[in-house]
């Protein structure tokens, strides 16, 4: 077992065997909310018409959708296969950087699984139906991932040629997606930690550290300046008119670090239960939190001090990032609430990490001890969070089976609509209207209408090409109103 779990290609296949395992369920769904949103005509025809500005905050999403429509067109499982294979990607990368700047595998192993099967972190990515989220975001952390392990080299080996392939992959990571610059701190601080507990002559040095910050500070204001996405306040703005950035920032640190549940039990058990969102709990669990990471960090830099300046890089980086975030989108208040969400992913890979070398730490030189323990950690948080995502899966799986029933309609029937007809629907079967306009009746000129219109009086002239659906979620049965439409029959919808 040990020769095979030392093959490179066996810890490839465990991640991909894992991620496929826990979150399999997600090739059931479809897409939801607004999941469609780059399988439009508009998105597609983009480049055609010049408006490809590389300082769009999602270059790589609008390019994925317009090579994959052609080719996956209406095949739901394919963009859903394909959300699973990115995100595998995405953990073999991580892994691979992991296992080179920790010398240590199971280390690498360990974040990798803790972060893979993370509900937390990734629900709201991989199972929550929201492919336009994911897109933005997921794949460009690759090659940010990776500009991260060539800065690292370049101050191990001194090689200017891996800073300018650090630059490199920094800028495409941008490029792809505008979300890789929420992690300009990690590319701050790991070169100012290097500097002040590895380099001898730190004078001699400084001048480097500060133009390597300028330049990937320089890179991230530059590439986002025009967005849409950028902070409405300037720094100095924002701490001044926000409140409780302190406690906005640092009640996130239970929230990544303690399961959900335990934070729902302790409120529930309090001599005076305690209501959502919980706060007090937070602020009683951040002590223990704190003795956690800075109580491992003193440990790591007595028993693995090689891991230290990587460790501190990490824990500085995850606060930083939560700052960053809070400071980029506002609306991220723990304070208001907290649960499964997007905002906690950056965090997250840092926390996994922490965890991991902690627990190395912990079985310092007690190496039969450390690997059972470990594993059985892992096997209890996978299992804890397997269990949550497929409950979570399982409840919201109705949307989908609505789609796939209208979906799949249009996909039957496509030759009996014909050109320049109307698509009647209340909001809740309008998610997928793209995908059927403007892929599955592409050419049709098929226009989809909402029915908080006054629909039925401007379409009646048209009657004969006008559709009409709604859905009864009780039976999970699409209804099809169109021929009493067309006897004149007044229309009412069951869920409005």
Not at 184 to 201: A, D, G, N, V
Not at 235 to 244: A, G
Not at 296 to 313: D, N, V
Not at 336 to 356: C, H, K, Q, T
Request: proline share 4%; hydrophobic share 50%.
């Amino acid at each position: 077992m040990r020769a095979l779990y030392q093959r490179k290609w066996f810890v490839y296949l465990f991640i991909t065997s894992l991620v496929t395992f826990v979150w399999y369920k997600v090739l059931n769904q479809t897409m939801l909310g607004e999941g469609y949103y780059y399988i439009t005509k508009s998105n597609q025809l983009i480049l055609l018409a010049g408006h490809f500005n590389l300082k769009n905050f999602d270059n790589f999403a609008k390019l994925l959708f317009i090579i994959i429509v052609p080719i996956i067109k209406d095949n739901i499982l394919i963009y859903q296969a394909l959300l699973i294979t990115i995100a595998i990607i995405f953990f073999w990368t991580f892994y691979k950087v992991l296992v080179d700047i920790t010398k240590q595998k199971f280390i690498a192993l360990s974040a990798t699984i803790f972060l893979s099967t993370n509900y937390l972190a990734l629900f709201e990515y991989l199972g929550a139906g929201n492919y336009q989220r994911f897109v933005q975001r997921f794949p460009n952390l690759i090659p940010a991932v990776i500009s991260f392990y060539f800065i690292w080299k370049f101050f191990k080996n001194k090689k200017t040629k891996f800073l300018i392939i650090s630059i490199i992959f920094y800028i495409f990571a941008i490029l792809m997606g505008q979300f890789s610059s929420l992690l300009l701190p990690l590319f701050i601080i790991y070169p100012i930690i290097q500097l002040l507990l590895e380099e001898k002559r730190k004078i001699r040095h400084l001048p480097l550290r500060i133009t390597i910050c300028f330049i990937f500070t320089f890179i991230s204001l530059f590439l986002t300046q025009n967005s849409y996405q950028k902070p409405t306040n300037t720094p100095l703005k924002f701490l001044q008119t926000e409140k409780n950035i302190s406690e906005r920032i640092l009640y996130q640190i239970p929230v990544i670090t303690i399961p959900l549940d335990i934070v729902i039990f302790t409120a529930e058990h309090t001599p005076k239960p305690i209501l959502y969102p919980y706060t007090s709990v937070l602020r009683f669990l951040l002590i223990p939190c704190l003795i956690f990471y800075l109580g491992g960090g003193i440990l790591i830099y007595k028993r693995s001090p090689k891991l230290f300046i990587l460790y501190l890089t990490f824990f500085l980086s995850m606060i930083a990032v939560m700052l960053t975030y809070m400071y980029v989108d506002t609306r991220l208040n723990v304070l208001n609430g907290f649960g499964e969400d997007r905002y906690y992913l950056l965090p997250s890979m840092f926390a996994v990490i922490l965890w991991s070398m902690i627990i190395k730490a912990v079985f310092y030189k007690r190496k039969i001890r450390y690997v059972i323990i470990s594993t059985l950690l892992l096997f209890v948080f996978v299992f804890y969070n397997m269990q949550k995502i497929r409950t979570h899966i399982n409840k919201i799986q109705y949307q989908s089976e609505m789609n796939k029933k209208f979906i799949s309609y249009f996909k039957d029937n496509h030759n009996s609509i014909p050109n320049d007809s109307y698509i009647v629907a209340p909001s809740y079967l309008a998610w997928p209207n793209p995908l059927i306009t403007d892929v599955i009746l592409e050419n049709k000129n098929v226009e989809f209408i909402l029915t908080s219109t006054d629909w039925q009086k401007n379409l009646w002239s048209k009657k004969n090409k006008v559709f009409v659906f709604d859905y009864d979620y009780q039976n999970e049965k699409l209804i099809n109103l169109t021929d009493d439409f067309r006897n004149g029959e007044k229309i009412t919808f069951k869920n409005q």
